[in-house]
């Protein structure tokens, strides 16, 4: 099923939750809605469930306005975080709730749709216990059951994995993945955890403060933020503030950060004309079609590096720093530098158990980056 | 008819449903509590058709009510809450910072005054301090003089106490227990003695519970009636008792005016109180809760041996007003004019249901009449209770204005209610041309009603608000209708608490007195409290007896719905 939101927006009296948001989910899309707590993400997916109703704008199933519509009447199956699940019934009976109005699909019995499903999700056996008998993660997996169990066309998890700690977490993820790309059924996935919304998702819509920042797929939003917020959010990024210098004959951009002067690539985002660029679904963003082209001597603008792309000893757009402080990390080491105008996050490969020689606090080092790695932001 | 648009049909029906028992409710809140209470003041304020406010300042400008009925009214009420409070912070500690046997099971009892009859209460002091009452053959059995102390102020406050000091022992108690045992802790770490951390951490935190308990004490003794009718008479008589007086003497305007002045002072006090209220609405039982320790001391100390002495004199006191009471109502019933056992006021009873004329109250029409009205309310109150708890655990706009509008009959007298419904519907009303009249026994139960589902809706509404909002939208995106939802998941879930407001509902209705001794017109629809009212005014000993039935019917009732929405609620 096709999911479209066309300017929605939710206002609670002077509040505004959400300021007309349009969004396209595609068949069978795994689409993730991602956000710091309050941006309006659960209330886009209640607008979708019908358990509010958009003050403006409308929520369209294949193409069809779903005002007025009751929640019960949506075929919409909804996985909440603390999982709701019915505790004066067995597991099995709350799996078979949602067959009470409705045949099992398939044609099957629905003794046979409840056990098909508890098999899926890895509970087979489990009919008759007590849902408070379970574990979090198991209680999470009856949930998901009894939101599949009538054949739902759109699945929506709000913060399905929230309560559940982060081992069980990325099984369950992985789980919910796999069975979602099996049944193929649309989904809408709300979580305001950045690296849970790149590792599962189709699409990523980024939230803030009720609006979309940014649509795309996760390595788009990654590599290529649009905006400062989705910069900073996804991901550990040096964010900085820079005014145009000059732009030299060879190509890219001078720009001066205090003292320090860089080299910027210019990248497609700069020298496309708007949001076409930036993606290949112009109608999901295209905020930018006013943009500036290019930037002339004396514009303000905001570029990006990623801790990854600063490089121990690099030759272009040096600068040197001063060690603050550093977090191991496993693969890499964050090695945070106060460089004069601000501070800089560096991720160093780790090389083993001496390499972190050198990096002691209060030890200068030289860093820098290719020009290509820098991505300028609105 | 097909069978799918059988289905269909159902379906809108259940859509409507929660919608449509809202607005009947409405409609009934407007037809029996709203247009009554309203009728009243429109007596109040108007003669023959035109507005005045003659009767009103009459009563105000008149040192006759202002001091003897207004002021006492008020005195009472405030004596009554000081009583109350010296009698329940006591229980309160004591449930909160002790560990005893049977604590859990007192605690629970705390109910019990709540829902016996009132009258019966009355019965149970005359039977203690009357002439001839329990106190005095006390003081006889050792040579003291008699004392009397019926149909004083003190008795009153002492009968008042009896009803609300549990009340006020309840909601300190349960603020008592969610003190966090780790906010004394800290005080104590930083330097505070006991007695200091005791004043500057514990008692913030139960002054909002100690209010509640006061302003409660206060709005329910403020309206008290057959407390006062049976214990102070006319001599000491509230406003409820003179609106009561004057009724019966048909003068319904002054009585009107009365009615408007104690509701416009009742509803203001509990605007306040739910102020109140509101503010404080979180107190749950707190994880670390004070400790408790044992009423018999471990090691004895003039500090540890006094405070066991304290706490043995407040047990006596304890069942001095709460056991005395009811013991002696019931050993009243079978004590012969010369003391010795006797069962001749049964047999009176028994006599009088044969062999009675038919002006004269018969004690079987008088249960049967109790038990149908108690059916009767049952059957509207539940609904109309459960309704308004989803209706007021719920986030929309106005939502203020209907709890004010459905808790509206906690604070208007059952009298009000009563003398509107007779001046209204049992007298008859003209709609649109015909004349509209109910009969006593019809108003009855709809006065019944009124005053009892706001105890269904406190009973339920609390499990409302407990349970998650996402277990209907679960169930509703699953394809249930909203009315499926509260059937298959809500209902199961705040069960105990239907069942509670349930027997709460009949042990009301059993018990009512207020608006039934109004609408009770000749032998079709007097109750047994009524019986027991009409006995008290000629001989005390067959009122004893009927008062024990009141007692024996009432808890059996409580206990049947209870027991029997125990076994439901198991389901």
Known sequence: MRLELDAVSKRYGSATALDSVSLSVDDGEFFTLVGPSGCGKTTTLRCIAGFESPTEGTVRFDGESMAGVAPESRGVGVVFQNYALFPHLSVGENVAYGLRFTDPPGGGTRDERIAELLDLVDLAGFEDRDPDSLSGGQQQRVALARALAPGPNLLLLDEPMSALDARLRDRLRRQVKRIQSELGVTTVYVTHDQSEALAVSDRVAVLNRGRVEQVGRPRELYHRPRTRFVAEFLGENNVLDAVVESRPETGGIRVGVGDAVFTLAEGRRVLGQGGSASGDRAESDGRDGGRPARPAPGDELTFCVRPEQLRVGAETNRVRGTVVDTEFQGATTRVRLDWGETELVVAVEDGGEESAAGFEVGTTLDIGFAPASAHIVE | ?571
């Open chain 2, 1 to 571: 008819m097909s069978r799918v648009s059988v289905r269909r049909v159902v379906r809108v029906l259940e859509q409507r449903l929660l919608t449509l028992v809202a607005a009947l409710t409405a409609v009934v809140l407007l037809v029996l509590f709203y247009y009554p209470v309203a009728t009243v003041f429109a007596d109040a304020v108007l003669v023959d058709g035109r507005p005045t406010v003659e009767p009103i300042a009459a009563i105000l400008t008149s040192e006759f009510y202002l001091v003897d009925i207004i002021w006492f009214t008020a005195k009472q009420a405030f004596y009554s809450t000081l009583a109350s409070l010296a009698l329940g912070l006591p229980a309160a500690w004591l449930f909160s910072r002790f560990e005893f046997r049977g604590r859990e099971t007192l605690r629970s009892l705390t109910i019990l005054p709540f829902v016996m009859p009132s009258i019966m209460v009355a019965i149970g002091f005359v039977a203690t301090f009357g002439r001839n009452g329990t106190l005095n053959r006390a003081l006889s059995a050792v040579g003291l003089p008699p004392v009397e102390l019926l149909f004083t102020l003190e008795a009153i406050i002492v009968a008042h106490a009896f009803y609300n000091a549990p009340l006020v022992a309840r909601v300190v108690t349960a603020a008592w227990e969610s003190v966090d045992a780790r906010t004394v802790e800290t005080a104590r770490s930083l330097g505070a003695n006991p007695r200091r951390a005791f004043r500057d951490v514990v008692l913030p935190q139960l002054l909002p519970s100690i209010g509640v308990g006061a302003t409660l004490t206060f709005i329910f003794t403020f309206a008290s009636f057959p407390i006062v009718l049976a214990l102070g008479g006319f001599q000491l008589a509230t406003i409820e008792v003179f609106v009561y007086s004057r009724v019966r003497d048909l003068a319904y305007a002054e009585a009107a005016s009365l009615a408007v002045i104690e509701t416009v002072i009742s509803i203001t006090l509990t605007a306040v109180y739910l102020r109140y209220e509101a503010s404080q609405r979180s107190a749950g039982g707190a994880a670390n809760p004070l400790p408790r320790r044992s009423v018999v001391p471990s090691d004895w100390t003039p500090k540890s041996a006094l405070r066991t002495a304290g706490i043995a004199g407040y047990a006596l006191i304890v069942g001095l007003v709460f056991v005395v009471p009811i013991a002696s109502m019931v050993l009243a019933s079978v004590t012969g004019g010369d003391g010795g056992f006797t069962l001749a006021n049964y047999a009176f009873l028994a006599e009088r249901q044969a062999t009675g004329a038919s002006f004269q109250v018969k004690p079987l029409p008088a249960i049967l009449n109790s038990l149908a009205f108690a059916a009767g309310t049952l059957v509207v109150a539940v609904p109309m209770g459960v309704v308004m708890a989803v209706l007021t655990t719920r986030r929309y706009r106005g939502r203020g204005l209907i709890d004010v509008l459905a808790m509206a009959p906690f604070a208007v007298s059952g009298i009000v209610v009563g003398l509107g419904l007779l001046r209204g519907l049992v007298f008859g009303v003209d709609v649109l041309g015909t004349r509209i009249r109910v009969t006593g026994a019809l108003a009855i139960v709809a006065a019944h009603a009124v005053g009892a589902y706001p105890f269904v809706t406190r009973n339920v509404a609390p499990l409302f608000a407990r349970l998650d909002g996402r277990l209907v939208e679960s169930a509703r995106s699953l394809g249930a209708t909203r009315t499926r939802a509260l059937v298959d998941i809500e209902l199961p879930l705040v069960w105990t608490g239907v069942v509670a407001g349930a027997a709460f509902a009949v042990a009301i209705s059993i018990g009512e007195f207020d608006s039934t001794i109004i609408l009770a017109e000749g032998a079709g629809s007097y109750t047994m409290p009524i019986a027991v009212e009409r006995f008290l005014g000629r001989r005390l000993g067959p009122a004893t007896a009927m008062g024990c039935l009141l007692l024996l019917v009432t808890s059996a009732s409580f206990l049947v719905v209870d027991r029997f929405g125990g076994r439901w609620g198991e389901l």
